[in-house]
C-alpha cells in the first residue's frame, strides 16, 4: 500500500468494512466487469443493488466502490443527504476535485445558480442566516406540530389546481422582473436544463482520461428526485457521457422495469437476500466463531440479517447463555456485551436525532460524562456510519431503539426532545427567535433543499412520535416539493391551518402573498398582504414587500407610500431605499431616485442591482459619464451579466460613440449566446439577441425576430421584447428599430384578438 496516497480516513473505512464478507458473487462480479473491455456488449454499465433494510446494501457498495477505486477509477457518492440535481451534480463535481480533477466551468456555473438562487430565496431581505436557523430548529418543529396533531388534518386539503405550464411562465415573469440577464432566469427556471450539458462536457473530458464510477445509495429517497434525470443523462439528452462510467445504485425497491426498459441489457441486477446460511457461516469462521452452539443461537437470534449478525459477533461471545433467548428484546443484541451502563443509555438516546455530533451528544449525556471518549465509542459501532463529524445509526437500528426509548419511558422520550430542542434554540438565538411553525412558514421561503430536510424531518418526527398525522403531512409536503409550483403547494398546506399564533399567521400570509405576485397573481398577493399588515402593521418587510407588488402594477404613488412607511420603521433597510429610488425612476422623479440610491449604496456598496438602476437613471437625464462608471463598476460585480453590457453600449450610443457601442453590444452577444448553449429556454436569450441586434443596426434582428414568432414564445417575453425595443427607440433614431416595434404590437393585438375569442376574459 502506497501510503502516500491513502488517507487517514480512508484507513478507517477500510478497517470498519474488513468485517464485511459474504457477497462474492456480487463483488466478483462487479469486479470482473471492470476488466471487461469499454465497447464489449458483456460489459454491464449499471449495477442495481436491492433488498430490506439491513441486509447490508450499503455495506456492499462501499466494497464495490474501494473495488472500483484500486481498479484507478474516479468515485463519486451520493446518499440521501442530496435534495436536488443541482445538489447532486455539486456533490460530485466536489469529489471529482478532491481527486484531482476539478470541473471548473461547472463550478463556476453552479456558483452563479446558486448565488441567484439565494437572491430569489431570500428576495434581499430573510435573515442571512435563514437556512442554518431552518435546519437547527428542525427538532423544535417537529415536536410542536406532534403536538398539534388534532389540528393539522386542515394543512393538507388544499391544493393548487393552476397548470403546471401556466404556473412557470408566471414564475419566468417574476424572474424577468428581478434580473436583467435571460442566462439568470433560464438557469433558475430550468436549473438541471442550464447545468447539466456544462456538467456532462466537463465529466466526458475527465472520463477520457480515467474510469468514472457514480455510487447511488438510499434510492428509494433520492430516485423521485433523480430518476428522470439519470435516465436522461443515460440516453445523451445532454451530451455523450464518459464510454468508462460504470453506475451504481441500491435502493429497497427493485428497479422500475417499465421506466428502465430501453437500458434493461445493460444492468446487472444484484438483489440481496439476508445471508444464506453457508454465507452466515463462513462470516462467523471468518471472525473465529465456530462453536457450533455459539454459531447455531446467532444464527437464530440475527435472522442472518448480516447487519445483526455483525453486532452479535462483535464481542466473540463464548457461551450460548451471552447472547440470550432469540425472542428477546432487538435493542438487547446491539448492545449485549456493553456493561457499562451510561453507554448503554447514551446509545439509546443518541438515536432519537437523525444524526449525531459530540456536542449534541454532550446534550443528552449526564452531567459530567467525558464526550469525547462516548463519542469515540458510539462511532466504533457496527450500527453506526460516520461521515463528516456526524454519526448516522443504520435506520433498522434507529427505529428499533426508538420505540424502545418511547415505550419504556414516554416521559424522558419527551423530556430528551426538550433539551435538544431547547440546545438547537440556543445555537441559533444569534439569528432571532422564532416559534415552531414560524420556523415551518419560514421554511418556505427558503430553498429546495432546506424545504426537503425540513419535510423529512417531519416525516421521521410523525414515525419517531407513532403520530400517523403528522407523518402523512410530512410525506404530502415532500411529494409538493417534487411539482414545478412547490412554494405554492408548501403554503397551500399551511393556508387553512387553525393552529398557527397570529405572528406565524402574518408570515404565512406574507409568504403566500409572495408566491402568489412571483405567479403574476397580482390581486390575490395584495390581498394577502393586506390580511399580513392587518395583523401585524408595523412589520416594515410585509409593507415593502406590498410596495413592490404596486410597483409592478405601476401604481407609483401607493408603492412610494409602502416604502415610506417601511424606511420610517426601519430606515436602514438598504433594499427597501433602492427599491424606492427605482419606483421614483420609473415614475420620472429622478432627482429624488438618486437620492435614495446613493442613499442605499452607502448601506450596502456593492450592490451591483442598485448601481445598473442608478446607472439608468444618469441616463435618463444624460449625464452619461456618470452612468457609464456605474455600469462599469456593476459589470465589474457580476461580469457574466449580458444585460450591463448592453446599457454601456445605449450611454455609448447616445453620445455617438458608435465604435465603443459595437465592442459592447458584441460582448453583450457573446455573453447571451454562451448561455444559449446549455440553457434549454432558448426564447429569452433569444430576445435579446434581437434586442442587441437592433442596436447594431442589424437587419438580423428582423429574420431573428421572424423566426421568433414563428415558434410561439408565451406572450410575457413579446412584451418584455417589446419594453426593450422601445427604450432603444427612445435612444436611437433606427428605422430598422421603428419596424421591429411596430411588428410586435400588432403581434400582440392579433394574439389579444385570439384570446378574447377563446376565453372573453383573458383580457385582464
Avoid at 369 to 374: F, H, I
Avoid at 506 to 513: I, T, Y
Wanted: aromatic share 8%; glycine share 6%.
Amino acid at each position: 500500500m502506497d501510503m502516500r496516497t491513502v488517507s487517514y480516513q480512508e484507513l478507517i473505512g477500510r478497517q470498519q468494512a474488513a468485517g464485511f464478507v459474504g457477497r462474492e458473487g456480487p463483488l466478483a462480479q462487479f469486479q470482473a466487469n471492470l476488466a471487461v473491455p469499454v465497447g464489449d456488449p458483456a460489459r454491464r454499465l449499471v449495477f442495481f443493488i436491492h433488498g430490506d433494510g439491513g441486509v447490508g446494501k450499503t455495506s456492499l457498495m462501499m466494497q464495490m466502490r474501494e473495488i472500483a477505486a484500486e481498479h484507478g477509477s474516479l468515485t463519486a457518492y451520493l446518499d440521501e443527504s442530496v435534495f436536488g440535481v443541482p445538489d447532486a451534480m455539486h456533490v460530485i463535481a466536489v469529489e471529482l476535485a478532491r481527486q484531482g480533477e476539478p470541473m471548473k466551468r461547472f463550478t463556476r456555473l453552479f456558483d452563479t445558480y446558486r448565488k441567484r438562487r439565494h437572491e430569489v430565496e431570500t428576495d434581499r431581505d430573510a435573515p442571512p442566516e435563514a437556512a442554518v436557523f431552518l435546519t437547527s430548529t428542525a427538532v423544535r418543529v417537529g415536536l410542536h406540530a406532534a403536538r398539534a396533531v388534532p389540528g393539522v388534518g386542515g394543512l393538507t386539503d388544499a391544493v393548487d389546481a393552476a397548470s403546471l405550464a401556466e404556473q412557470a411562465d408566471r414564475f419566468r415573469k417574476f424572474l424577468g422582473t428581478k434580473f436583467r440577464s435571460h442566462q439568470d432566469v433560464a438557469m433558475l427556471l430550468s436549473p438541471a436544463q442550464a447545468l447539466t450539458p456544462v456538467f456532462v462536457e466537463e465529466l466526458a473530458a475527465i472520463g477520457g482520461r480515467r474510469a468514472f464510477g457514480l455510487f447511488l445509495d438510499t434510492y428509494e429517497r433520492t430516485g423521485p428526485i433523480l430518476d428522470d434525470w439519470l435516465i436522461a443523462l443515460l440516453a445523451g439528452r445532454y451530451g455523450p457521457l464518459p464510454p468508462n462510467l460504470v453506475v451504481t445504485i441500491a435502493g429497497r425497491s427493485s428497479m422500475d422495469t417499465e421506466r428502465w426498459a430501453p437500458y434493461l441489457v445493460t444492468v446487472a441486477d444484484t438483489p440481496l437476500a439476508p445471508f444464506t446460511e453457508v454465507e452466515a457461516r463462513q462470516f462467523l469462521a471468518k471472525q473465529q466463531i465456530t462453536d457450533q452452539r455459539i454459531v447455531e443461537v446467532m444464527l437464530a437470534v440475527s435472522g442472518r440479517l448480516p447487519l445483526l449478525l455483525a453486532t452479535l459477533a462483535k464481542n466473540h461471545p463464548q457461551d450460548p447463555a451471552q447472547i440470550g433467548d432469540p425472542s428477546g428484546d432487538a435493542v438487547e443484541r446491539f448492545l449485549k456485551w456493553e456493561t457499562d451502563q451510561q453507554r448503554r443509555v447514551l446509545a439509546v438516546a443518541a438515536a432519537l436525532p437523525r444524526s449525531v455530533n459530540e456536542d449534541t451528544l454532550a446534550v443528552l449525556a449526564s452531567d459530567g460524562a467525558d464526550c469525547t471518549e462516548l463519542f469515540a465509542w458510539l462511532r466504533a459501532q457496527p450500527f453506526v456510519t460516520y461521515q463528516a463529524g456526524r454519526c448516522h445509526y443504520h435506520e433498522v437500528v434507529r427505529a428499533t431503539m426508538i420505540r424502545l426509548a418511547r415505550g419504556q419511558s414516554p416521559t424522558r422520550w419527551r423530556q430528551q426532545h426538550r433539551s435538544l430542542a431547547d440546545q438547537h434554540q440556543a445555537w441559533r438565538r444569534e439569528i432571532g427567535e422564532q416559534d415552531a411553525w414560524s420556523g415551518i412558514v419560514q421554511a418556505g421561503s427558503e430553498s429546495d433543499a432546506v424545504r426537503g430536510q425540513w419535510a423529512q424531518m417531519l416525516t421521521q418526527a410523525g414515525t419517531d412520535a407513532d403520530a400517523a398525522t403528522v407523518r402523512d403531512w410530512g410525506e404530502r409536503l415532500e411529494s409538493a416539493l417534487l411539482t414545478v409550483d412547490a412554494e405554492v403547494a408548501f403554503f397551500n398546506l399551511l393556508a387553512g391551518s387553525t393552529v398557527l399564533p397570529a405572528a406565524a399567521r402574518a408570515e404565512a400570509l406574507r409568504c403566500r402573498a409572495r408566491a402568489h405576485r412571483n405567479l403574476g397573481r397580482y390581486d390575490e398577493a395584495l390581498a394577502d398582504f393586506n390580511r399580513a399588515i392587518e395583523l401585524n402593521p408595523d412589520r416594515a418587510r410585509v409593507i415593502a414587500d406590498r410596495g413592490e407588488t404596486y410597483q409592478a402594477l405601476r401604481r407609483f404613488d401607493e408603492a412610494l407610500a409602502d416604502f415610506a412607511r417601511a424606511i420610517e420603521l426601519d430606515p436602514d433597510r438598504d433594499w427597501v431605499i433602492a427599491d424606492r429610488g427605482e419606483t421614483y425612476r420609473l415614475a420620472g422623479r429622478f432627482d429624488e431616485a438618486l437620492a435614495d440610491f446613493a442613499r442605499a449604496l452607502e448601506l450596502d456598496p456593492d450592490d451591483g442591482w442598485a448601481i445598473a438602476h442608478r446607472g439608468q437613471t444618469y441616463q435618463a437625464l444624460r449625464r452619461y459619464d456618470e452612468a457609464l462608471a456605474d455600469f462599469n463598476r456593476a459589470i465589474e460585480l457580476d461580469p457574466d451579466q449580458d444585460w450591463y453590457q448592453y446599457l454601456c453600449a445605449l450611454t455609448h450610443l447616445a453620445r455617438g460613440e458608435t465604435a465603443a457601442a459595437a465592442t459592447r453590444l458584441a460582448q453583450a452577444v457573446e455573453l447571451v449566446q454562451a448561455s444559449l448553449t446549455r440553457s434549454s429556454n432558448l426564447d429569452a436569450d433569444e430576445i435579446n439577441i434581437i434586442t442587441y441586434r437592433a442596436a447594431q443596426n442589424d437587419p438580423e434582428a428582423s429574420r431573428l425576430l421572424t423566426e421568433l414568432l414563428a415558434k410561439g414564445p408565451n406572450t410575457w417575453l413579446i412584451c418584455e421584447c417589446l419594453d426593450d425595443l422601445r427604450d432603444l427607440a427612445a435612444a436611437v433614431d433606427s428605422a430598422l428599430v421603428a419596424e421591429l416595434v411596430t411588428r410586435l404590437e400588432s403581434h400582440l393585438v392579433g394574439h389579444q384578438a385570439l384570446l378574447v375569442r377563446e376565453d372573453p376574459e383573458s383580457t385582464a
